[in-house]
């Protein structure tokens, strides 16, 4: 069926407000003008406006809060699933393979980090890092802390694809968290320390070492789950 003018309008006033936002420089986190002051500037009625909306909110681009207004994302434009990793068996074999590309993406990104992070990053990293060791301490889980630890750093290298990496690195902490004894999570959340202090120190060699270090260190215990199972899936002739 072919969409008539009227259906089409909100995707273009989409667009429309999509150019605003560039235009305007406007950030994550700004405020974008109410109904009433777009549908003037667009020449559109309110309605129109407020379906346009809602299609530029499922795309992560703005975030609407009742009661308050709308707002460019702070994920503008970063779908949740940017891979398809929804249809993929999640299983250690996977995070392993999530786990190669983050290799080759994230030392760098805290390298770069260590040299370009602004004082209120570095401060933000340091607060994020001792926020996950406070958790893990007090037996919280810290995944939602230990992402936005990693997700400061991509931003803080100052490159503006890194941070749009983020929801692998996100679907692999979850993922690993789940799989790992206390003490592991304790082991690998130490990692984080030694990155954050690489970094506030303007570190390169030794925030990207760190978090070389800290990534294999996931590997290691993935790849030993991996070998549990398969162990225990062919067990040996004196087993038999």
Known sequence: MVKTAAQNLPQKLS????????????????????????SDHLGAG?????????????????EIRQGSGTYVSARMGVCDDPLGLVFLEKSPKLILDLLEIRLLVEPTAAAMAAYNADEEEIRKIMQLCSETERQLQSGEKCSKADIRFHQVIAVSSKNVVFPR???????????????????????????????????????QIAAKDAVYLHLIQNRRMISQILFEKSSDNNPSADET
């Open 165 to 203: 990496l983020v929801p692998i690195i996100s679907c692999t902490i979850e993922a690993v968290a789940e799989l790992s004894s206390p003490e592991a999570l304790a082991e690998m959340v130490s990692g984080h320390r030694e990155i954050a202090n690489a970094i506030a120190a303007r570190n």
């Open 46 to 62: 309110r309605s129109s406006v407020r379906e346009a909306m809602k299609l530029l909110e499922s795309r992560n681009i703005v």
């Open 15 to 38: 667009e429309d407000i999509l150019q605003f936002i560039i235009k305007n420089h406007l950030r994550p986190g700004n405020k974008l003008p109410n109904e009433t002051v777009l």
